[in-house]
């Protein structure tokens, strides 16, 4: 399977994920440079963290108009897979691939350090390698990652939720919501569940080394997915 992740001027979580997907998970990637328009015959595309253009307007919404995000907006759209990691999950949203937005953390200050998260489902294309309720690792560095959706919407999203921040045990309890997100919310796919965001880092959990190899499962879901396609 190979994936392309996007680097954009200020990413800079982009050789990370090259790592964890060459090295750990051991599959062909290469990186695609905003202003291209090709995916180069990509399988699975990354949005990573960083801070694309500064990000000094506001989280994602100048990196929405890079020319490849119109490739990789007709990519979803044809049922391609999909990931945005922090920044990149801010991109998403700015691009209208995912629902909701990103507000300032409750308390407006840059959080970096290991939350717990709850997997809510595994019948996902980037979660199907954990356990239903499975409580796992992973960190998290950010400022503006308090996802917010209007409260109409909320209903209809909660099917879509696919990580909820919660303690070690599990529990969904205010303590444990490092930004106060709406409804604890972590992760959520787009409606057909083929485009993820998520906040945490998977790659900056993928062996043990790192502190906690739980987010390799989501590069190994993603991988068992497109086998079985």
Known sequence: MKFGVVVFPGSNCDQDCVDALRDVVQQPVTTLWHEETSLKGCEAIVLPGGFSYGDYL??????????????????AHQGGLVIGICNGFQILLEAGLLPGAMLNNTGLRFICKFVTLRVERTDTPFTNRFQPGQVVRMPIAHNEGRYTVEAK??????????????DDDGRLIESANPNGSTDFIAGITNARGNVMGLMPHPERASEEILGSADGRLIFESMIEAYANA
């Open 58 to 75: 506001r989280t994602g919404a100048i990196a929405r108009f890079s020319p490849i995000m119109k490739s990789v907006s007709a990519f």
């Open 153 to 166: 919407l909320l209903p209809t999203i909660k099917k879509q939720v696919v990580f909820r921040y919660c």
